[in-house]
């Protein structure tokens, strides 16, 4: 926090988390420690790289602003992070009811004797994706030591996977039973329809010839019994 005559400022640097191609913002707190109405504006090394809202206002006795600091979307890292933009607050005292639409540049000017306090911030990038800390005892072409949790947890694991490829075996097993009982009843059951069949053109054959032979038959006991007939009659007459 910096602490002048007119206003306290907080922080004392503006942070801004650092990622290509992205907007960024912080904001920072200004608090009139007087009775007297505090004009104040906020000034940039460079304008187009940020926004400021608002850049100027009016803190009431003993009340405090925000100020709201946006970066614009960068397209590339500065060296080794550092930043160079700097922001001058200055501070003034203003006349009693004095609203937004008073403050005037001319305000500033340390001209006439007018005490213009005035505080410089400094910008400072943080990585929004910071590396990950290298595990303890790891160096260099060798992998980092894994603890005994670590472990166990591995372990567990494989034994799950051994369990499960097991239990796949065996339903493997189970299934290819299952459809080698079920290929032999379809292969005794096509075996016993064909048998079937052929029983069932024999009796149909069968039935055939004792159609047939019955006629045969019953024209031959005609036959003998017409004979006898006329024998009967030619021996009578």
């Not at 030591?145 to 567990?156: A, K």
Request: with cysteine.
């Amino acid at each position: 926090m910096i602490m002048g005559d007119l206003i306290s400022i907080h922080p004392s640097d503006l942070k801004f988390p650092f990622e290509l191609r992205k907007q960024s913002s912080c904001s920072m707190q200004l608090t009139n420690k007087t009775e007297k109405y505090v004009a104040f504006k906020v000034k940039t090394t460079n304008p187009k790289k940020y926004c400021v809202r608002p850049n100027s206002g009016i803190v009431l006795p003993g009340s405090t602003c925000n100020v709201t600091v946006t970066m614009q979307a960068q397209k590339e890292a500065p060296p080794d992070m550092q930043c160079r933009d700097k922001f001058l607050i200055q501070s003034v005292v203003a006349p009693v009811g004095a609203t937004n639409k008073d403050i005037t540049p001319e305000m500033f000017n340390k001209e006439d004797g007018r005490v213009v306090d005035e505080f410089k911030l400094r910008v400072i990038y943080i990585p929004a994706n910071p590396p990950s800390p290298v595990p303890e005892g790891s160096e260099e072409g060798t992998p980092p030591r894994t603890s005994v949790h670590e472990n166990g947890n591995q372990n567990s694991c494989f034994d799950d996977v051994s369990r499960s490829l097991e239990e796949i075996n065996e339903n493997s097993s189970e299934a290819l039973s299952v459809i080698s009982k079920l290929t032999e009843e379809k292969s005794s059951a096509l075996q016993q329809n064909q048998r079937l069949r052929q029983e069932l053109e024999l009796m149909r054959k069968d039935i055939s010839k004792s159609r047939a032979g019955g006629f045969s038959l019953s024209v031959v006991v005609l036959v003998a019994l017409l004979g006898v007939l006329i024998g009967y009659l030619v021996k009578r007459g």
